[in-house]
């Protein structure tokens, strides 16, 4: 594969994946479906983690790790009735997934 073309997916996947994707998700998972779980109380966080972590289906290697990272994030949503502590949260992550993979294709 050409270096060019390498780069530019790249880049493109950065956008999608990592500033896109993630406010697109925080808003369904944290936005909409989680003040309609909260009537299971405790548990509306743990379902809702679930629930983001199996539509993650793509990965089920990371699907442990995923609800462990989830849950206190939509606990937190659902405690401060805020969602853009999750949003910056999810873009940082998937950012610092593939910045590297960038920066490195770039360096070459």
Not at 53 to 63: D, E, G, R
């Amino acid at each position: 594969m050409p270096r060019q073309t390498l780069i530019i997916t790249l880049a493109v996947s950065l956008v999608c994946t990592s500033w896109i994707a993630p406010v697109v998700e925080e808003l369904y998972f944290r936005g909409f479906l989680l003040p309609r779980l909260s009537r299971f109380g405790l548990w509306a966080p743990v379902i809702n983690g679930v629930l983001f972590t199996l539509y993650h289906f793509f990965s089920p290697w990371a699907f442990v790790e995923r609800v462990i990272m989830v849950i206190p994030m939509a606990w937190l949503v659902q405690r401060k009735r805020n969602i853009y502590i999750t949003i910056i949260a999810h873009l940082l992550l998937n950012t610092l997934g593939i910045l590297p993979v960038l920066i490195t294709t770039l360096v070459k």
